[in-house]
């Protein structure tokens, strides 16, 4: 069976807290690509 709870890892904000997730802002595609990329809560593809 597979578990399809988060775990703690998933719950980090982008860039290690919430002060600097909310100040991550992509200027372009590529850009909102990598912090895609790098979003904790988003799932692998």
Same mark, same amino acid.
């Given at each position: 069976?597979? @578990?399809? $709870?988060?775990?703690? +890892?998933? =719950?980090? *904000?982008? &860039?290690? @807290?919430? &002060?600097? +997730? !909310?100040?991550? =802002?992509? =200027? !372009?595609?590529?850009?909102?690509d990598t912090?895609?990329?790098? @979003? *904790? !809560? =988003? $799932?692998?593809?």
């Amino acid at each position: 069976m597979s @578990d399809a $709870s988060t775990t703690p +890892e998933q =719950d980090d *904000p982008t &860039g290690g @807290d919430e &002060g600097t +997730e !909310n100040q991550l =802002d992509a =200027d !372009n595609a590529v850009e909102e690509d990598t912090l895609k990329a790098l @979003d *904790p !809560n =988003d $799932s692998p593809a």
